[in-house]
Structures are given as structure tokens and as C-alpha cells.
């Protein structure tokens, strides 16, 4: 067991004596000072509580008169939960009910040898892992999300108070935005961290601006994972969004008036693979292709059809309302054949693919794009993966091409969130919110909604209100609203209504997912959504529904 101790200068006395007695037993690590000599406290409380922190010591131990500053000091630390105890009992009580890992004396109030007894109780005390107080610890640690922003309150009250009302709305609704999830903390703190400070245009080693070391080394930790988190050959993670990726794929490759070959907007793609109010709709040729209007899902074989027809320079997949695998191996046998770029914007499944509950379209694909939220619940940003030999062609055409100094803080987070799906734990949550989402669009369509496609096979899934109910997509999604459960509006296949209006809407697991829901959860909800738009001018049943899903949710706190 490793103990990481320090002291100011007048617990200077105390420290050395306990470590000598520590050290036959213990792995102690001496943070210092070494003499009498005056010195601020803070600088030994933040050495001992970064090791903590950091898990490279198990317990800390600080001492200065009277405990208090240094105590103070340490609790700055997330993940750092120091009390100051004059008696074994505190000591006892605190790693019991708190799960304090650092332990603060004072060197007035306590002997050498009761201190000793002290740190030793400390230590051998287990953590108390019953519901009470593991939740406690769990709201200490977590704060409700505002110790994320706690200086803001006096700097900035109003920038602060838009932050709290967020927060607020997150953990009080409902969230079933498909293109929505929620980060990790550590994502939050990379995001907003001091990296955002640096400008550094270029890359990684070749920077017009000096000073760049510390932003390089974050820079190639989100590349490096991102290659290995895809299987990618090469990663630039510079895109500020996922238009920009796409942006940066057209820029890399074709000409202004070549043609694309993509899936319409009103069929379930996005504005940035060819819309006529899209920059790509403007300056590209975009012929789009349709779902079958019978099955309402990818037909390969029309698409080939097309693709050798009109021959186009890139042929594009993917779509931001799209319930349904998509065959990768298929859409390479087609490119092969009409000569033509594969371009894969993953944006909306890339966690499904990094968590195995998709098939990735890195193995056949020219270029893949994504943006790093959605269901990967990442810092909001684009991506792009690429073969080797697009790699130069595309890191010109994101800098100098579209862009100049590269968001560092965000490329830090989507480091952070590469890693994060490394893990097992996020495999099984791929795979839980592809299930979550079956089984919430099964509730809805058994209560007589039709279901686009007539299920699902990811994280959303499409519900047909105008042909079930003979309301339109933007009633839907403002009754819904308004019993704390958020969708929004969505055009379906050969829609008839206006986009403003739409026949459908969109919904989606990923965020409910997050905070830990499940099958019984999905099935609360979609009847829910089900009794909503059954009675949509029904306000009793809208309050009903928001008071029952508030107490839901108080179960499942968002991260």
C-alpha cells in the first residue's frame, strides 16, 4: 500500500517521524518539505493530492497546524476526499461513510504516537458500499454537475445561470434526440481546459506557431486512438464539426460540379451531402437516391442501377435518420464498379460501430466522417478516417484548405472519449442502447403507431403520426415537450407534409441509455409517448407523464 504524505513547516517535525514509522509496513512517499523553512501549505497539499487522484498512492496524508488549509487545498481535487480527524473514531467514521483516501492532521492537536494510531486506523478501515452511502458519496463527488462551473456563479451569474437551467433540464427530461447523448465529465474537463488557450495551426510537429509540445502530444493521443478505436489507416481530428469533415472530403478529392451520389434529406440524409441550401447542394452536382417506397429501406441494387448511370465521383452513405443496417460490403462492390470514391459519414452510428453493435465501414470505405457526440457521447466535433494514400490530400484540405488554428481543448476531449470506448463497459452499452431502441419502438408500435421501415435495427427509429393519428411531426414533438420527453420533428420517406411541419418524428436511445436505463425503462417510455399522442390535447395526461418521469429519472442522474 502506497501512502503519499506532505507537511508545511511547522507539521515538518511531525511528517518526518511519521515517516519512518510508516515506512515499515508501507510504501511512503515523502512529498516534503524537507525543513523548517517557511513555505505555503497549498504546494504539499496539491503534490499529495495529486498522486491521489492520480491512483499512484492509495492514501494521502497532510499536516500543517491546524489541518484546516490543508484540507482546503485538497478538496480542490476531484476524486480527492480529505478530512481532518483528531481522533481514531473520525478516522473510522469518515473512510466508512465518506470514503475519505486523504487524511489531514493537525500538528498542534495530536502526539506523534496518537497521530500514528490515527493514520493507522485510517487505512485499515473498509469503505461502507451499502445504497445510503454509496449514493452520498456519489452526489459529493458529483456535485450536481455545478462544481464544473461553481466560478461562474460570481464571475459570470447570467452566462452561469444559462449553464444551471441546462443542467437542470437534463436531469429533470427525458432526452430522446437521436443526434443527442451526454459526456463524461472527463470529456467536460478536457473540453474546457487550458489547451483551449494554444493556437496551433498545422499538425502535430510541423506548427507554424512555437510552444506547441503540450497540444502535439494531446493532438496524436486523439489521432493514434482513433486509428487504433476504427482500425483506421489515418485520422484527422481537426474538423470542427461534421459538416466541416465532409467539407474536407469533398475539398480532398473532387471539383466543384462533380457529381455526388447521395441519399435525399427528406429520405433520411443530411444537409451536408447535398442539399440545395448546403454549401454542397451549391457548389457540387448532387443526384440523390431514395429508399424503396415498399420497404422504405436502402435498395442496393436501384442504387447500383444509378450509380452506373450517372457515374458519379463519390458515392455517399449514411444519414441522420436511418433506422436500418447499412450493407458497407454491398456499397464497395458498387463503388468498384462505377468507379467512384466511397464516403461513409458515420456521424450518428459511430458509437454503435465502435462498440461492435454496427458493421463498420472503415474496412471498405475511401473515407469515413463522423462528428464525436451522438452515440459516442463525446465533445461536440467532426472526425475524419481515411486510407494512406488519401492522407495528404486531406490533411491539406482541412489546414490551409477550410481551416486555421485547430480547437485543441475539443481535440483533447475526443482523446479523452477514443479511450473510453476502448473499454468493455462501452461495448455493452453499444449494444444496450441498439435493445433499448427495439424495445421502445416495439411498445410504441404495438400500441397502433406505424413504424418507418416497420422497426429498427440502431439507436433510433421513426414514428409515422400523420398516417396513425393524422397529427403532424411538430404537434407531436411540442405535446411531447411538454410532458418532459424530448423528440423532435423529422421528415419520412416521400413525406408530404413540409419540413416545418413533417408527418413523422425521430427518436432515440443513446442519451437515455447513458444514464443507465434498460428494457423496463423503454417500455415506461414508449407508453408514455404512446398515451401522449393518443390525448395530444389532453394537458392531464401531459402533467401526468412529465410527474411520472421526473420520478423515473430521479433514478438515473445523468453523468
Not at 16 to 34: Q, Y
Not at 62 to 81: D, E, H, W, Y
Not at 363 to 387: I, N, Q
Request: glycine share 8%.
Amino acid at each position: 500500500m502506497k501512502i503519499a504524505i506532505g507537511s508545511d513547516h511547522c507539521g515538518v517535525e511531525l511528517k518526518s517521524l511519521l515517516v519512518r514509522e510508516l515506512s515499515d509496513g508501507f510504501t511512503v512517499m515523502d512529498k516534503g518539505p524537507a525543513d523548517r523553512a517557511s513555505c505555503d501549505y497549498c504546494d504539499y497539499a496539491v503534490a499529495v493530492a495529486t498522486d491521489v487522484a492520480s491512483g499512484a498512492a492509495d492514501f494521502g496524508v497532510l499536516i500543517c497546524k491546524t489541518g484546516i488549509g490543508m484540507s482546503m487545498a485538497a478538496n480542490r481535487f476531484q476524486n480527492v476526499r480529505a478530512a481532518l480527524c483528531s481522533t481514531t473514531d473520525a478516522a473510522t467514521l469518515t473512510r466508512q461513510h465518506n470514503g475519505a483516501n486523504v487524511l489531514c492532521l493537525s500538528a498542534d492537536a495530536v502526539s506523534p504516537q496518537y497521530a500514528l494510531e490515527i493514520i493507522r486506523t485510517f487505512v485499515a478501515t473498509p469503505v461502507d458500499m451499502s445504497e445510503r452511502h454509496a449514493r452520498r458519496r456519489w452526489k459529493l463527488e458529483r456535485a450536481q454537475r455545478l462544481s464544473d462551473c461553481s466560478g461562474l456563479m460570481r464571475d459570470d451569474p447570467e452566462v452561469f445561470e444559462a449553464i444551471a437551467a441546462q443542467t437542470r433540464q437534463e436531469d429533470a427530461e427525458i432526452n430522446l434526440i437521436a443526434s443527442e447523448n451526454t459526456s463524461s465529465r472527463a470529456c467536460r474537463e478536457a473540453a474546457g481546459s487550458v489547451l483551449m488557450n494554444k493556437y496551433a495551426e498545422g499538425y502535430p510537429g510541423k506548427r507554424w506557431y512555437s510552444g506547441c509540445l503540450p497540444v502535439d502530444a494531446a493532438e496524436e493521443l486523439a489521432r493514434t486512438r482513433a486509428c487504433k478505436l476504427f482500425g483506421a489507416e489515418h485520422a484527422n481530428v481537426q474538423p470542427h464539426c461534421g459538416s466541416a469533415a465532409n467539407m474536407a472530403v469533398y475539398f480532398a478529392t473532387i471539383k466543384p460540379g462533380d457529381t455526388i451520389l447521395s441519399l435525399s434529406l427528406d429520405q433520411g440524409g443530411h444537409l451536408s451531402h447535398g442539399s440545395p441550401v448546403n454549401f454542397s447542394g451549391k457548389i457540387y452536382n448532387i443526384v440523390p437516391y431514395t429508399v424503396d417506397p415498399k420497404t422504405e429501406m436502402l435498395d442496393y441494387d436501384a442504387i447500383e442501377r444509378q450509380a452506373l448511370e450517372v457515374k458519379p465521383k463519390i458515392l455517399l452513405t449514411g444519414a441522420s435518420a436511418y433506422p436500418r443496417t447499412i450493407d458497407f460490403k454491398r456499397i464497395r462492390e458498387i463503388c468498384d464498379k462505377a468507379g467512384c470514391i466511397m464516403m461513409v459519414d458515420m456521424a450518428h452510428i459511430a458509437g454503435l460501430v465502435a462498440g461492435g453493435a454496427h458493421p463498420s465501414p472503415v474496412p471498405y470505405a475511401d473515407f469515413v466522417t463522423s462528428t464525436t457526440h451522438k452515440t459516442l457521447g463525446g465533445p461536440r466535433g467532426g472526425l475524419v478516417l481515411c486510407k494512406e494514400k488519401w492522407a495528404k490530400a486531406l490533411d491539406s484540405a482541412v489546414f490551409p484548405g477550410m481551416q486555421g488554428g485547430p480547437l485543441e481543448n475539443i481535440i483533447a476531449a475526443k482523446a479523452v472519449v477514443f479511450r473510453e470506448w476502448m473499454s468493455d463497459e462501452k461495448k455493452g452499452y453499444a449494444q444496450q442502447v441498439v435493445k433499448n431502441c427495439a424495445v421502445m419502438c416495439k411498445t410504441v408500435q404495438d400500441r397502433g403507431y406505424r413504424i418507418v421501415s416497420g422497426g429498427t435495427d440502431n439507436h433510433l427509429f421513426l414514428v409515422d403520426v400523420k398516417k396513425s393519428k393524422g397529427i403532424t411531426g411538430k404537434d407531436a414533438a411540442a405535446a411531447l415537450d411538454a410532458a418532459g420527453i424530448i423528440v423532435n420533428k423529422n421528415t419520412i420517406p416521400f413525406d408530404t407534409e413540409s419540413p416545418f411541419k413533417t408527418s413523422g418524428i425521430r427518436v432515440g436511445t443513446a442519451s437515455a441509455t447513458t444514464r443507465g436505463m434498460k428494457e423496463p425503462e423503454m417500455i415506461k417510455i414508449g407508453t408514455w409517448i404512446a398515451d401522449v399522442l393518443d390525448n395530444i390535447a389532453d394537458t392531464t395526461v401531459q402533467e401526468r407523464v412529465k410527474r411520472e418521469a421526473a420520478a423515473l429519472v430521479a433514478n438515473f442522474p445523468v453523468p
